[in-house]
């Protein structure tokens, strides 16, 4: 189990994708972006828009529990949608995880006894997620 603060000890590579463990979500999603289209940029196309065909970086990518998630697969389009929702939700879950957010966003103040660096940590997290779900 890999903690938001551990460094990956998998997939930490420029030759093998970045290992997801099922945690995490939004920092594997745009490492793994960042990945494919180092790779090459139409890998990243195929992903977000069709061939229909498996794209074994992905499945490279999971461990086996996330793996039995895209298994059926037979897209890498698929294969990232499932992914997508099953970590992120679906439109009418982000809208409300967004709304949220802002709202955690807005009322934002420094707890009692949290450090600076603490605090600073808590933001960086809340304005991450807000990105991930497209807010800017």
Request: proline share 4%.
């Amino acid at each position: 189990m890999v903690g938001q603060n551990q460094t990956f000890t998998e997939g930490a590579s420029i030759n093998r994708p970045p290992l997801f463990t099922g945690e995490n979500y939004p920092f594997w999603k745009v490492r793994m972006q960042i990945f494919l289209e180092s790779v090459d940029r139409g890998i990243w196309d195929a992903v977000l828009n069709g061939p229909f065909v498996p794209v074994n970086i992905i499945s490279s990518a999971l461990t086996l529990d996330e793996f039995y998630k895209i298994s059926v697969c037979t897209s890498a389009q698929d294969m990232w949608e499932i992914l997508c929702v099953t970590h992120e939700g679906t439109d009418d879950v982000k809208r409300a995880r967004k709304n949220s957010l802002i709202q955690e966003y807005e009322m934002f103040r420094m707890q009692q006894g949290e450090t600076i660096y603490d605090m600073e940590k808590r933001f960086t997290h809340i304005v991450n997620h807000l990105t991930s779900l497209g807010k800017t």
